[in-house]
């Protein structure tokens, strides 16, 4: 019998771990893709599937999901509060049960042929300090041009350290941290700030062999602007973090500072403008006009460079300065009274020892 406390992996002879599957979603057609490859995936059946409509005003209606025949035994839909994907998640892993480790994916993702095999040697694998195991993340862009900006930015999940696109957390983990922070309205940061609560409180997060794509989504032209809106999401993170959370986190730190200037300097054009300081105001929309001109610069270099391509980067480039402030000015005050995360918040793995422990990553 092995010591309590004592580290070790499970064997071969082990059973497979029990699972449950929890989805979060907003009803879109790519959920029964999801469902479709879950259901065809070779291995072990989940316990639970839980499927969180999180619709805002589902009205009655009920969830538009084709759920496979070999699911419908174990599949749940419980209804969201249409208050973002952590809050969505929270209440799928509480839902699901007593079983020790929920799987989170997003209804947009495609699990691989042999992704519960796959899984069941990472849960297999794990210690009785793992948090979480992540998964492999592929974004197939296309092969015959340039990825466009959206593209590029939705290529970016496929090196995100903690995505919950497919990720796999121990329920133990999460009661002893309490689950997702609920103020991460969006499915932004709220995945890193809960690896970084996890491994501060002991437990460990590993890296998993099994692989998910996922698909680029369509989307408007004003998509880049919307998702400014993660600038106040940053602003929580520096105060529950610390202001190194970013090099933890393996996260760029994008344009917020250049937008800022930007964003002053139009600012500071339109006052002196106002003063009829006319001098000072085209010298202030002459640095708007360059910081304007490099951003759009800067994306489309890399794209396409289709007309419509060109005219969405020009068009976007105007507004993504100034709504980049203004979330980060928001966050600043919504967030101001937020304390910083502190290990007694949370409650250690077992037999562990309180101090954080690193992530094990892939040789």
Partial sequence: MTPRGQETAAGPEDAAPEYAVVI?????PSLNVCLRALADAAGPRPARVVLVDDRPEPGGTPLPADVPEALRPVTTVVAGRARGPAAARNRGWREAGPVPWAVFLGDDVVPGPTWADDLAMDLAAATYRTAAVTARV????????RPTDWERNTAGLATARWITADM????????AVGGFDERFRRAFREDADLALRVLAAGWAVSAGSRVTTHPVRPAGRWISVHLQAGNADDVLMT??????????ADAPRGRLPRHLVVSAAAAAALACAALGRRGAAAACAAGWLAGTAELARARIAPGPRTRDEIVSMALTS????????????????????????????AAAPPGAPREPVRERVRP
């Fill in 168 to 175: 796999a957390y121990r329920r133990d983990a999460l009661e």
């Fill in 24 to 28: 979060p979603t907003l009803g879109r």
């Fill in 138 to 145: 592929v974004v197939p862009l296309p092969v015959d041009r």
């Fill in 318 to 345: 105007v507004l993504i300065p100034p709504a980049a402030t203004w979330h980060w000015l928001r966050g600043r005050v919504v967030h101001r009274r937020v304390p910083p995360f502190g290990p007694y918040e």
């Fill in 239 to 248: 105060r529950r973090h610390g202001r190194d959370w970013w090099n933890r």
